[in-house]
Structures are given as structure tokens and as C-alpha cells.
């Protein structure tokens, strides 16, 4: 059973670049079975998928964030990481990690979630 759980700062600045790590247990990132996600969820409105990284490192990102989204893996296989640059309150929203389980074409694990408030 894979599990995930995110971390990073509750809250960040405008204009700085948001940076939230994935860390995830009962499999390895670099197995060919998943894609690894991050979606979000701002305050009354529905999920957006932001990226995903795949078995092989290569990133895909959602065209809609412009550009801002970074992802990547770290050397331990346990933890994929993601930064949002130049961020705005617009940004604020509920960040989860999930894996996308290719055989069966769904997101089948997923994080708590955790808020992430951009404010001065």
C-alpha cells in the first residue's frame, strides 16, 4: 500500500516561490507502476492537477500555471519535490501528492493534503 505525506511552510510571501516535498512509503518513485502528482484545491473551487513526475524523471506540467511549476526527484526514491514560483493569493489552496497508478489509469493513494496561505 503506498502512502504519502506532504511538508513545507503554511505560509508564503507573494512573489516568492512556494516549495512543498512529497514523501512516499510502501513503494519507490522509480517504479514503472506510477506517475507522481501534485494537485491542489484553492478555497470553493474544484481540484487542479499542477504536475507529475514520471519513473523515469521527466516532469509534466499543467500548461495553465505558466510555467511557474518545477518538479523533481530526490536521489533517495522517497521523496518527489515541488516549487511554484512568483506565487500571489490566488496560489492559496490545499497541496496534495498522489500517485497515478498506470495500470488501472486512476490517482489510487493520496496525501492529507496540507494549506498553503500566500500572504503578506
Known sequence: QVQLQESGPGLVKPSQTLSLTCTVSGA??????????????????????????????NPYYSPSLNGRTSIWRSTSQTQFTLQLSSVTPEDTAVYYCASWNIRIGTHDSWGQGTQVTVSS
Open 28 to 57: 519507490t518513485i522509480t517504479t514503472n507502476s506510477y506517475y507522481w502528482s501534485w494537485i491542489r484545491q484553492p478555497p470553493g473551487k474544484g481540484l487542479e492537477w499542477m504536475g507529475a513526475i514520471a519513473y523515469s524523471g
